[in-house]
């Protein structure tokens, strides 16, 4: 049989046919895969996980066919509990695929110690700036009696002395123990020497 007449016979068109359904059958059979291997249809919300505790998160993103990834924060949260979720990407309410890896920020367990500034006999302003740099709170305001007015001669927690040097977690609240100048005691013993006549 010739080319041509190959061409035009139905054994031909028979296998050109069967050609087409083979391709159309394993197009659509992939894409069906495909589809199915991807999750392509198949979206997830993120839960809000905030000031959940690593054990409470761990279930909910199991029970949500979602994995995680635990990144530690260095800045303590106060307002969230210790070892709590602080920051979650992707955010709660995103739509993800099964299996996503969603990535966790916690709260430490406490404020990390920093050391205590030396700041004995300085200005109350100067201290002031140094605490609150060095990532302290102030606190209350004592006087006693001194001749350096506002300037700090202690520092205390509750009214137990502390010394510079010491290590106190980061945002602790540091009480200023100042000098009155002696409210111009000093003056007022001298104008009463003064008065005193000389024998």
Known sequence: MGFFQYIKSKEFLLTIISIAAISILLFFGLGRWMNSYTNHDEKIQVPNLEKLSLSETEKALFDANLSLFVIDSASFNPDFPPKSVIEQDPEAG????????????????????????????????????????????????????????????????????????????????????????????????LATLDSIPNE
Do not use: C, H, W
């Open 94 to 189: 995103d739509f993800v695929k099964e299996n996503r890896k969603i990535y966790l920020t916690l709260n430490p367990s406490n404020y990390r110690k920093v050391e205590i500034p030396n700041v004995l006999d300085q200005t109350k302003r100067q201290v002031v700036t140094r605490l609150k740099s060095a990532g302290f709170r102030i606190g209350e305001e004592r006087f006693i009696p001194d001749l350096g007015k506002n300037v700090v001669r202690m520092l205390e927690i509750k009214g137990q002395e502390i010394t510079p040097g010491d290590l106190l977690p980061k945002n602790t609240l540091i009480d200023l123990v100042l000098g009155d100048g002696l409210d111009g005691k000093v003056i007022d013993t």
